[in-house]
């Protein structure tokens, strides 16, 4: 089965940085695109940013354009979301998923995953 195993959450003031990894296996990596979502508490999980398995084209939600990197390391199977300006809107639990890149309308989608990490929580102080 799949399985997506995320780390590197943690405590960061504003304005800091952090490195979250997804650990993959169990599938193919490169038939399969692997995104990055969050959900804070009260709120519907939105996509962050999503790898293409196809070319490796990278997506990212308008709130973290600039800020966020994506990057995909196939020799381990893993797949990083490197944020950097960190701002307190940011905390959430951050999810890795298995699928493929939904994008449209500036949204990335949830429609295009169909497993789930189990996720690593964010937190931003002001």
């Known amino acids: 089965e799949v399985q997506l195993v995320e780390s590197g959450g943690g405590l960061v003031q504003a304005g800091g940085s952090l490195r979250l990894s997804c650990a993959a296996s169990?599938?193919?990596?490169?038939?399969?695109?692997i995104g990055w979502f969050r959900q804070a508490p009260g709120k519907e999980r939105e996509g962050v940013s999503c790898i293409s398995s196809t070319d490796g084209s990278t997506y990212y939600a308008d709130s973290v354009k600039g800020r966020f990197s994506i990057s995909s390391n196939n020799a381990n199977n893993t797949v990083y979301l490197q944020m950097n300006t960190l701002k307190p809107e940011d905390t959430a639990v951050y999810y890795c998923?298995?699928?493929?890149?939904?994008?449209?309308?500036?949204?990335?989608?949830?429609?295009?995953?169909?497993?789930w990490g189990k996720g690593t929580l964010v937190t931003v102080s002001s």
């Open positions: 998923g298995h699928g493929f890149c939904v994008v449209g309308g500036g949204i990335i989608s949830t429609y295009g995953i169909d497993a």
């Open positions: 169990g599938f193919t990596f490169d038939d399969y695109s």
